[in-house]
């Protein structure tokens, strides 16, 4: 039985053909995947196929029946309901609001909140989730507001489920709790369509995988058949031996100390430097301080105590503007909230942080800002149509390489990146991975938070593990290995490298 037939789907921006002629066949109760290359029509199709966009051409069937849909309540109708990449909860309501938005509980216009709390608590504890119905979204972590989303997608009981990358946000905990939700919705009879970069994720969850490129259809797969060589492959069009590969290069003085840097109840006695040229990973589980670690270093939240020094100079940074002024940039884990400046152009995106070295008497030189654009996009491969197009109208991991060279336009020495590769497809993965690469060839000193382990050992010449607020783990990079790094993450061992300056 087809759940979901799509024939010669286009659908055209301004510049831009985002699907060329798209067909494909979704099976009843398969967990089918949708992979490709960032910009490759993934999100737009299904938009069209959630009601958010009308199609340009072409045909879509669903249970067999030709539809069009104008809205999205016209998809939901039809049983489709979409867990969107880009996070669309409204920051004030509660979770249970949130949830139950379209459908509340109650008559004439009053809510019935017990009835509205008691469902959403249900639908919380059928996933094994631990969030309370009552909070207001504003107050949960990225990865909460992720799985409110899916909950808010599975109160429909839809036939259909779309995931546009649900993993991004979330960590190893809870896409374990997601597998298993996939799992149970796979055994109800219900049809999901998968979008992720993380093909362990494809290979693990998925009956069959649909590769697109450049907004065509590439070819359809059954995972059995195919493994992650060839499915990069297809999604690339190109042979992937030329991707990433470490290289050694010497490193230099230390350039950046932080000691014994403390926040109360969340981080304590935190010492680590960074030398010239290096490429530090911090990995460690959810909650464990990290990000505060790194939030701490920018002057984003304040520490109690301890010291952060740069070139053996004491530096006092209390707001991000100092960090950057003493040479720091930072790239955000909160992409859509904290990352980018919607609205704004990819050009304006990218020089907000440098205004005063392009401006003169506070008149931005356009020539400075172009060169800079182009200085700082050249070999990123960025996708867009023109400088002047707002950045929310950008792929999700063109956008996140826009974040990125705005860090890099600060003319920092010392980068601190969380996540930085999320959303980001493998092969533009791999182009960041040279372009860090290359940074730290040329001196510039680079922290890596990430929650993929994979990403920590290919790119990191040292890593150190933090397990509630401490360090646990200072492995270089021929000692590592997943299960080390996991065991110091969950407080089963300490490992410090002989011989490694932490
Ligand atoms: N609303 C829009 N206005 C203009 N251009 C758009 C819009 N939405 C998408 N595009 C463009 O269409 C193309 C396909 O984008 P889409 O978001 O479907 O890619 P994707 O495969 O989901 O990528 P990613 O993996 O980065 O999320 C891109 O070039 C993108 O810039
Ligand atoms: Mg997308």
Redesign the pocket.
Known sequence: MVAVEAKGICKS??G?K?LDGVSLTIDKGEVHAIV??????????MKILGGLYDMDSGKLLIDGKQREFKSISDSLAAGISVIY?ELNLMPALTVAENIFVSDLPGTAGTVNYRELNRRTKELIDSMGLDIKPTSPVDLLSVSERQMVEILKALSHNSEIIIM??PTAALNNREVDTLYEIIRKLKADGKTILY?S?RLREVFDLCDRATV?RD?QYIGTKAISDIDERQLVEMMVGRDISQLYKYTEHALGEKLFEVEGLTKKGVFSNISFSLRAGEVVGIAGLMGCGREEIAQSIYGILHHNSGTIKIDGQEVSIKRPVDAINNGIGFVTEDRKDSGIFALMTVRENLTINVLRLISKFRIISDKKEQKLLEEYTKGMNM??SDEMQRIM??????QQKFVLARAMATGCKVLILCEPTR?I?VGAKAEIYQLLSGLSEKGYAVLVLSSELPEIMSICYRTLVIFQGEITGNILRDEMDENLIMRCATGNETFFSKGAAI
Do not use: R
């Open positions: 921006f301004p831009v985002a490709g290359e960032n910009g490759a029509g993934k999100s737009t199709l990449q546009d990358e979008i970069h697109l907004g996708k867009y109208f950008l792929s999700g991991g063109n959303g497809d």
